[in-house]
């Protein structure tokens, strides 16, 4: 079962989401974690990093840019660390994770910090699934089984995985939520997936069982997108800001009425 409940309870606290952003897109991440309900502080700087943690409820970290500068590094390991010792979930955004440079990037910092769950498109979460998946840089193209693959991503790297597409898969390797809400325009809307990683974080409360609350995150993002989409077919400029309308207007009700998903226990 799913508490849409949750969703107000995000709103009633206002969790502070730390993210390291890529240079792409902070501005509309920003906006999905204020509009959902949180408050967002991007930060580049690792003196402040653990001043930050402190008051946040999660950490999302996307690697979208992260360049091998020291700096971006020495960031992400200092928010990473701070978040670990506070026991404070860890999400990463592993864009593009395929490319070369990337994964050693990735493998390079697991080795420093402790995650708690990885966000990505098929492609991406078929890198820990340590299946061959084609990409099309930032972008999941070709067929995989998502279910399965989300599901030996978790089993391999004991992390929670949200797996997000047309259907978005959210598990920790036995229990599996499966979300058919969406519309194609989210992924028209570069940005989108970066959205869907700081907000999972809102959901991630204090005493939260951590894999519901991915799982009604990941519902909200794509009930949202698919209201929005409706309102908006075949117009991605105005998509994008009702995208953020829509997310300002849910309700636990709407999850309810709208929302299209299944749990499967293994
Ligand atoms: N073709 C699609 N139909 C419906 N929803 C989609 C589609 N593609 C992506 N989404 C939604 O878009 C959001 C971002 O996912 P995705 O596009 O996979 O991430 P990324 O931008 O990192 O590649 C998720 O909420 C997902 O459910
Ligand atoms: C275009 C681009 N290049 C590096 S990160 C980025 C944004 C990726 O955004 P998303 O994966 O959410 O579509
Ligand atoms: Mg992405």
Redesign the pocket.
């Known amino acids: 079962m799913l508490n849409y409940q949750l969703l107000d309870q995000v709103r009633a606290t206002t969790p502070v989401i730390v993210t390291f952003a890529n240079y792409v897109t902070p501005q509309i991440v920003a906006n999905a974690v204020n509009v959902i309900g949180g408050s967002p502080i991007m930060s580049l700087e690792p003196a402040e990093a653990a001043a930050l943690v402190s008051m946040a409820t999660a950490v999302t970290l996307n690697l979208g840019t992260a360049q091998s500068a020291e700096l971006d590094f020495v960031e992400l390991v200092a928010l990473g660390k701070a978040a670990n010792e506070l026991n404070l979930p860890v999400i990463i955004?592993p864009?593009a994770v395929s490319v070369p440079f990337r994964s050693q990037y990735v493998a390079r910092l697991l080795k420093e910090i402790k995650v708690d769950v990885i966000?990505?498109?098929?492609s991406?979460i078929a890198h820990f699934a340590g299946v061959a998946a084609e990409s099309r840089g930032?972008?999941?193209v070709g067929e995989v089984d998502i279910e399965a693959v989300a599901i030996a991503a978790a089993k391999n790297t004991g992390m929670l995985i949200v797996?997000?597409?047309?259907?978005?898969i959210v598990t920790d390797g036995n229990k599996v939520y499966k979300?058919k809400?969406?519309?194609?325009l989210?992924?028209a809307?570069?940005?989108?997936?970066?959205?869907?990683?700081s907000i999972l974080g809102t959901f991630l409360l204090k005493g939260q069982d951590r894999l519901e609350g991915l799982a009604l995150a990941?519902l909200s993002?794509?009930v949202a997108?698919?209201l929005a989409g409706q309102k908006n077919e075949g117009k991605p400029g105005t998509f994008s800001a009702a995208l953020l309308d829509e997310l300002y207007q849910l309700t636990p009700a709407k999850l309810e009425q709208f929302g299209d998903w299944e749990e499967i226990n293994d």
């Open positions: 955004d864009v966000r990505g498109n098929a991406e930032i972008d999941a797996l997000s597409g047309p259907t978005d979300i809400n969406g519309h194609e989210l992924a809307n570069v940005g989108s997936g970066d959205m869907l990683s990941t993002m794509a997108g698919q």
